[in-house]
């Protein structure tokens, strides 16, 4: 039994009472035979990795972000993943890899996420089984300090394909940063940038690290207590990066249930996977959530934000706001 939690009363962490978990979970699937693709569409299959896998149909998924528990002992919520042997840990890897492949599009992009140590086990495998095309490094805005260590803040995510002949949108994705040294063409007008009131921005091609990522925490709606729950905002990138409306999203270790959530928000079509009912619910209920809230973190009016630059607008605008305030006590 699970220990009750008792959280400040600004923490908006998203848990489900025994009531909507009674309800939520009368929606999960569990398969017992092979499927038809309508079957599962935009549903979450509640039951173990290897136990549901086989029953997907062949060659229908363009889209894969595969978030496995990386090489580490870690309780997900009562379901432990204990550190392997390196030799056991790539068998176990490859395992996965090789059920998964089956349900890809030959056109299929694959997202790996990891962290540094696990990276130095997989990328063999996927350069293997995949065509690699890029490790993508984003940064953590969490993690503990170390007296003897460098600050383990950053993960990986391992960019492949299945061939060569693949989608991918970098207008979708470009990443719309405040323009330090505003250069202008001789007649004055911006240079590669845009002039507004909020201030000078340009859009950037996005490169292969990533530090505008906010770890979901107590005061953000998305956050759940799960222990390593993705960011909705990375999953966003992946996601228009990779896949046109309603393409087909594969995520067979859902979590709490971000990728899912993602898909929903920007029109994608969807199948999770996870064997822990209480993070289905959670999942469950952040889907509902997503019926009227079509927000995600850093990505507004189709465009990524640099972390904390939506923050410094309105910062800045309430400053002026309060000037003009002053003044007109004057007046």
């Known amino acids: 039994m699970l220990s009750v939690k ?9 848990t489900c009472s025994p009531h909507e978990s009674g309800k939520f979970s009368q929606s999960l699937l569990h398969l017992s035979e092979p499927a038809e693709i309508s079957q599962i569409e935009n549903s979450i299959i509640n039951q173990d990795f290897f136990k549901a896998i086989p029953f997907l149909p062949r060659g229908f998924i363009d889209l894969l972000i595969l978030d496995p528990p990386y090489n580490l ?17 790539r068998k176990w890897f490859s395992d996965v890899i090789n059920l998964l492949k ?9 997202y790996v996420c990891s962290d540094w140590k696990t990276s130095v086990l997989i990328a063999p495998i996927l350069e293997k089984k995949f065509c690699v095309r890029n490790r993508i490094t984003w940064e953590r805005d969490k993690g503990r ?19 060569e002949d693949f989608f991918f949108d970098v207008d979708s994705v470009k990443m719309k940063r405040k323009v330090i040294a505003p250069y202008r063409h001789s ?13 000078n921005f340009r859009l950037t091609h ?6 505008d990522i906010t770890i979901p925490f107590w005061s953000m709606p998305e956050n759940t207590d799960h222990p390593t729950q993705k960011p909705e905002k990375l999953i966003a990138k ?14 067979p270790f859902l979590g709490s249930g971000t990728t899912a959530v993602v898909c929903k928000k920007l029109s994608r079509r969807f199948l999770g996977v996870e064997q822990n009912t209480e993070y ?24 990524f934000w640099e972390r904390n630059s939506l923050n410094e607008q309105k910062s800045e605008k309430s400053v002026v706001q309060l000037f003009d305030d002053t003044l007109n006590l004057f007046k």
């Not at 002992?73 to 840990?89: A, I, P, R, T, V």
């Not at 007649?187 to 201030?199: L, Y």
């Not at 996005?206 to 530090?211: A, E, F, L, M, V």
């Not at 990779?242 to 999203?249: A, G, K, L």
Request: proline fraction near 4%.
């Open 280 to 303: 289905c619910c959670w999942a469950q209920k952040r889907l509902a959530k997503a019926e009227t809230d079509k927000t995600i973190q850093g990505y507004v009016d189709g465009v």
């Open 238 to 251: 992946l996601i228009l990066a990779s896949s046109h409306e309603n393409s087909f999203v594969l995520d």
């Open 6 to 14: 008792h959280r400040a009363p600004r923490n908006r962490t998203l």
């Open 102 to 110: 089956p349900v890809l599009k030959s056109t299929a992009t694959i």
């Open 73 to 89: 002992s870690k309780d997900f919520n009562g379901h432990l993943f204990e550190e392997k042997e390196e030799d056991d840990y």
């Open 145 to 163: 300090g170390a007296k003897m260590n460098w600050k383990n803040n950053t993960e990986d995510v391992w960019f492949c394909t299945m061939s």
């Open 187 to 199: 007649n004055g007008s911006p240079k590669d940038w845009d002039e507004s009131a909020d201030g």
């Open 206 to 211: 996005p490169s292969n690290i990533w530090t």
